[in-house]
């Protein structure tokens, strides 16, 4: 199995490679949009802007959206916010691989960062054997807003004395998956979505 991740120059690279080798699976480190194919599955990778991840695919963006639609593809934190279409962030197209925007995340602290629970939205094999409401660690200012409710995963809500607010924390569309949070820094259930993804990969492989 072949994971080839996004490296894009905002992206959390040491964790998220490390967690992907622990599965089994081999890792490739793509530096331009191309290197990512051939692959057996994509992760675009968490931390930093929108306008600075956006820049990445720029010149390959359709190509490149085109292509991800045949293989299995995860976007974590700032990699869930470019499977859209734009955001309030700033400058810059999306992948418009999930209709939608990103907006910044209406709570009283932002940015939001530590454990929050997330629930899921019926079956998902991302969150297969994971206690739903299991807590992930989340770093972030800005959320996904998917048009279609149908592509919202999972959701989770940050309450605190006199008001609460509910965000979008994973999406889901066909063979495109993204997660607001970090599972490469959420521990063991991190881990296993991270293998979730990764055997998702292979079994999509083994039906080609």
Same mark, same amino acid.
């Given at each position: 199995?072949?994971?080839? /991740? ?7 690279? !040491? ?94 602290? /932002? ?28 770093? !972030? ?26 965000? /979008?924390?994973?999406?889901? !569309? ?7 949070? !970090? ?26």
């Amino acid at each position: 199995m072949k994971i080839s /991740v996004a490296c894009y120059g905002v992206g959390n690279m !040491h964790s998220i490679t490390k967690a992907v080798r622990l599965t089994g699976a081999e890792v490739r480190v793509a530096k331009t949009p191309s290197e990512l194919f051939p692959a057996d599955g994509i992760i675009l990778p968490g931390v930093g802007s929108f306008s600075a991840g956006s820049r990445w695919f720029v010149e390959e963006r359709e190509r490149v959206a085109e292509r991800m639609r045949e293989v299995p593809v995860l976007g974590i934190c700032l990699g869930c916010q470019l499977l859209l279409d734009s955001s309030e962030e700033g400058a810059g197209r999306g992948l418009s691989l999930i209709p939608g925007t990103v907006r910044r995340l209406s709570a009283r602290k /932002v940015p939001n960062t530590g454990w929050e629970r997330v629930y899921t939205r019926g079956e998902n094999m991302l969150f297969s054997g994971i206690q739903n409401g299991e807590a992930f660690y989340f770093v !972030h200012s800005f959320v996904p807003v998917p048009a279609n409710s149908e592509d919202v995963a999972a959701s989770t809500t940050l309450g605190w004395d006199g008001g609460a607010v509910s965000f /979008v924390s994973a999406v889901a !569309h066909e063979n495109i998956f993204g997660v607001q949070f !970090h599972p490469e820094k959420s521990s063991k259930q991190g881990l296993r979505l991270i293998g979730n993804f990764v055997e998702y990969c292979r079994r999509v492989n083994l039906c080609r």
